[in-house]
């Protein structure tokens, strides 16, 4: 369903020290250093999969993703999902995804939430039937209620992310990535989301790509834990395989390990 061979990606970001006279320097000449995000990634998801996607501040987590997606292309390397290459056949193959970014919005903020899917149903030219089967679900599997007649500014963050993911779902996507979903939600919030991505994963097929650094998310969702440090891939399995491997450690104490013998 998807596979990644070979991905590599690389930033050019701009250095300078403090100073009036170093900003005036950065005028008429800069220095960059190259940042390798991804370097010669590759793995495979199947079907059905809950993959967690975890790694540090700057592993190339985002940018695997954002590649995935069709929003980044990489610079050397091949990617399929479901048969498309994201960035070359972008308007085809997004119908076919869902995407929530956990510091991003895709809700108007001085709107009530339903007429943000509302403008999505156009965008995605969905039936009005469908539309309206797919809505009553997810309101009722994720407690939506009365929230979606609220402006999405006088929503908690909780509430807001529950609508986002109904918002990346109404298209009714094969695949579903979830980029740091649960962030700042309290732990009440948290058990729902988990909840919610359990029922649409098992009842609707629907394949999720997640990354976190909350530990507890991978150990309550993922299947398949994919490690990455330093933009190269360090570990791909499951979490059995990971103590049996390293003990019977929390989580967290496990993934330090292996950062540790990577000397990430």
Not at 35 to 50: K, M, Q, Y
Not at 75 to 84: F, I, K, N, Q
Not at 96 to 108: D, T
Not at 121 to 128: D, E, G, L, Q, S
């Amino acid at each position: 369903m998807i596979a990644l061979e070979g991905i590599s990606k690389s930033y050019r970001v701009a250095k300078r020290a403090a100073g009036f006279r170093e900003a005036a320097k950065a005028l008429f000449f800069r220095e960059h250093t190259v940042v390798d995000a991804l370097r010669n990634v590759s793995f495979d998801i199947r079907e059905g999969d809950i993959a967690g996607y975890i790694g540090p501040n700057g592993a190339g987590k985002s940018t695997t993703i954002k590649i995935m997606c069709g929003i980044l292309v990489p610079e050397a390397g091949s990617c399929s999902v479901l048969g498309y290459t994201p960035w070359k056949q972008r308007m085809d193959y997004v119908r076919r995804i869902g995407v929530v970014f956990g510091q991003r919005s895709q809700l108007w903020w001085d709107v009530p939430v339903i007429d943000s899917f509302e403008m999505l149903r156009h965008i995605y030219k969905i039936p009005p039937a469908d539309y309206q089967r797919t809505l009553a679900l997810l309101t009722e599997t994720l407690d939506l209620g009365d929230i979606v007649r609220t402006p999405v500014r006088q929503l908690s963050l909780g509430q807001r992310m529950r609508c986002e993911i109904a918002a990346s779902l109404l298209h009714e996507p094969r695949i579903l990535f979830l980029d740091e979903p649960t962030i700042g939600l309290d732990a009440a919030s948290k058990i729902a989301v988990r909840d919610f991505i359990k029922t649409i994963n098992r009842e609707k097929g629907v394949t999720v790509i997640l990354t976190t650094h909350d530990m507890s998310d991978i150990e309550a969702l993922a299947n398949r834990i994919l490690l990455i440090g330093k933009g190269t891939l360090l570990y791909d399995g499951d979490l059995p395989d990971l103590r049996s491997r390293y003990g019977n450690d929390p989580m967290d104490g496990l993934i330090l390990r292996l950062y540790r013998e990577h000397q990430i």
